[in-house]
Each structure stands twice: as structure tokens, then as C-alpha cells.
């Protein structure tokens, strides 16, 4: 049986379609055979889906041998944390920011390592493939459900001098997703060890129904709650998570949405402040308000192929302290090489402690420095055949990079064109050196060149 839910680093698929309790069973099986991980760490979103296939991976695991720690609901960092710190492996049931009827898995190896999407990944999609859910049961592990969240937040708030951060009031939005409960546990540790912050909590109770709508504040329509809070609430800032909160989006004082590329940046300047010529490594879409605060901070630059196994590879190769993809994964050394959504925002808000300086003063030279589109989502029958295409087009004209799709460097404009990992669409991004009329005109170029694409059939 072909298990399409699998993607190029995880699983996701439509409820009944592509994922369902048996497949989640043997899912499990699979994980334990080809691992052999000795424990796995599991916990699962507020999808109303997520505790019975939660149940059911947990079954295909222990038949296969592993021992079990469920920690219920949580966010796939708090698996990751798990894993790391009882070198054990790691299976989060989670669709993230998909819409309601999607689920899937996102799964690291001992140690909350990743799996090699072209190795070990695929042995467990073959492997599972095969099982036909009748296959005998030797040594069955052992179960236990135990949280480990004081633990997680403990560590999480071991990022920052908590006594250090000023008066400032932060909107908190957990978009019904899983972020709330761990979310109240950082504030309240927060602020016994001495921080001073105010908080507004919006859509705080974790709901599968999702009522204000999928949280993912990466789309535009999905942004004004959260703007116009910070404005009502006359806020310092403004964070929005999506449905497991590994990813985490800003919001300045003014209601402004932070770009990934920024937040990027500014994570890199406050890492590198107390590591200078710390290597930081992130990815290739846009690169140019990082790649120069990096220099500008004395850092090792690197780029990484985007995908949590992907970056967390790069990351150990250099010994990079910070990692940050523009779509909203930070990644951090001291928290085993993985991506956190709770981190993020304690760094900035110290960053704007220790600066004195509003959020918006923080990223407003980079904005007019560097400005970019934000990420154009095109949906074309081939989008290898589209990027093909445009290299085609430009490759006389600009220098070129493989790296992830096609990077195209013209010296006063940049573009890159690339496939989804998680979804059929070809993703756009483009940047200029200081220069907004010039951004929109080549936004409009490509625009008008993919759509002659498609009219061909491409």
C-alpha cells in the first residue's frame, strides 16, 4: 500500500485519505523496527484527530519494541526537548498550519536528531508500506504518560536574563493551536524569576474546531486579529502562533507584521552580541538583511537547504549557534540543534530590553535597506519545469545558485523560485538593495513570465 501522507521530511495528508489510525499504527511499527530507538517521546496538537492517532502510532511503536513517554498535548518543541534530553526519539502528531482536515507527523530520531529524508525516512516509509497490520508482536514496550513541561520551561527560560527585561506589555496569540498551557507556563516562570511583563492572551483555549480560523499568521487574512490587538492594547509587540507553535510570528508596535527575513536578523544580532563570530546559518530565499547583520556583527554566514532536516544538518556542521528560516523556524544550538516557537520571542523582547529601542526601530533600517515581496505562492502542473524556465530566462544575465530551487542574483535584485517540501505550489521571493519601485516591477516580471508558463501548459 503507497503512503502518500509522506512528504519529503514528514507526514501530512488528508484525514481518511492519506492518514488514519491504521496508517499511524504503522507508521509506529516501522519507526521502532528501522530506529530502533529504544524510547520514543510522542505528543500530539489540539486537532480533534490528533489523541486517537496519537493512540494509534503509540500502539504501532510499542509492538514494535520501543518503550513509550507520552507527553499528551503539547508542541512539537517539547517532543524535540524530550527526545533530547532522554536520548530518545520522537514522534509529534501534528498537521501544524494545515487546514482542518489534514494531519500528519513530524518525527526526529535519538537525541531529536534528524532523520535523513533520503535514508532512514525513507526505509520507514517502505518498511511501513509493507506491513499489513498482522505481523506478530515480540517484545511489547512499555508505556507511560508524563509530561515534562516544567522541565521544558525551565530551559526555555534559561535562554534569557529574565530579571534583565524591561516593563513591557506583549499580545500572545495561541490561535486555539496547543500554544497556550505551555505559553501560561513561561510567563508565570518569567515573571518569578523577575521579568516584568504584561500580557493580553488572545484565542488562548486550545480548540480542534479551530473557531477564529487555522492559525497561520504566515498568511496576510490571518494577521489583522493580532494587529489590531497590539493596537487596542497599545502593545510593545505582538506574537502569533501557529497549531503546534514550533513556528512564531511578530507583530511591532504599530500592528506591522515582521517579515521572516527580519526576525531572522534580528536573531542573529543578538546571539552574535554574546558569541561574537558565532557561525549562523540560514536559508536561501532571502538573504541579504541577514547575510549583512551578520557581517556587520563579525558571524560566520552560512545557507542551508530549507527543512528542519536540512538545517539542523548544516547547523552541527558548523557548530552554529542560531539557525532561522524566513518561513518562521528558529533553531537553536543549546536546544539540541532544534526549532522552538517560545524562544524567539523571549530573545527579541530581551534584544528590546537591552537596546532601549521599540520594535520597529529595531528592523526599520533593514526594511529600507533591503525590502522584499514576502513569499508569492503560484500553483503551475509542473514546478520543476517552471523554475527550468525561468533559468532559462535570466541565466545569461544573473549568477545562479542550485542550492534550493533556483537562486538568481542580478547584483541590485535577487529572486528565488522554488518547490513546496509540504505542499503543490511554487514559492517566489524576491529582494532589492534599497530599492521598492524596482521590487515591485520584477514581482510583476516573473508574475506575468509564470503565467505565460501555465497558459503553455508548463
Known sequence: MKLTAFKSYDVRGRLGKEINEGIARRIGRAYA??????MVVVGHDARESSPRLSTALVEGLRAGGADVRDLGLCGTEEVYFGAGVLDAGGIMVTA???????NG??????????????????????????????EPVGREG???????????????????????????????????????????????????????????????????????????????????????????????????????????????????????????????????????????VFDPRVIWATKDTVTAGGG???????????????????????GGEMSAHHYFREFFYCDSGMIPWLKVIELMSRTGRKLSGLVADLRRRFPSSGEINFRVSDPQAAIKGLVARYGEIATVDRLDGASLDFGAWRANIRASNTEPLLRLNVETRGDAALLQDKVNEIRAILGAMQSDGV
Open 33 to 38: 523496527e528501522v530506529l530502533a530507538p529504544g
Open 96 to 102: 501544524s498550519h494545515n487546514p482542518v482536515d489534514y
Open 105 to 134: 507527523m513530524k518525527l526526529v530520531a535519538r537525541g531529536a536528531r534528524p532523520i535523513d529524508p533520503k535514508g532512514a525516512f525513507a526505509t520507514i516509509r517502505e518498511v511501513a508500506e509493507g506491513l499489513s497490520g498482522s
Open 142 to 280: 512499555r508505556y507511560t504518560y508524563a509530561p515534562m513541561r516544567d522541565r521544558f520551561v525551565h530551559a526555555i527560560c534559561d535562554f534569557v536574563e529574565a530579571g534583565a527585561i524591561s516593563p513591557l506589555k506583549v499580545v500572545l496569540n495561541a490561535g486555539n493551536g496547543a500554544a497556550g498551557p505551555t505559553a501560561d507556563a513561561i510567563v508565570a516562570a518569567l515573571a518569578e524569576r523577575g521579568a516584568r511583563l504584561k500580557v493580553e492572551r488572545q484565542f488562548w483555549t486550545p480548540d480542534g474546531t479551530f473557531p477564529n480560523g487555522i492559525p497561520n499568521p504566515l498568511l496576510p487574512e490571518n494577521r489583522n486579529a493580532t494587529a489590531q490587538a497590539v493596537l487596542a492594547a497599545g502593545a510593545d509587540l505582538g506574537v502569533a502562533w501557529d497549531g503546534d507553535f514550533d513556528r512564531c510570528f511578530f507583530f511591532d508596535e504599530t500592528g506591522a507584521f515582521l517579515d521572516g527575513e527580519y526576525v531572522v536578523a534580528l536573531l542573529a544580532q543578538s546571539f552574535l552580541a554574546s558569541e561574537p563570530g558565532a557561525s549562523i
Open 300 to 322: 560566520s554566514a552560512h545557507l542551508s537547504r530549507v527543512g528542519h532536516a536540512y538545517m539542523k544538518t548544516e547547523m552541527r556542521r558548523h557548530k552554529a549557534v542560531y
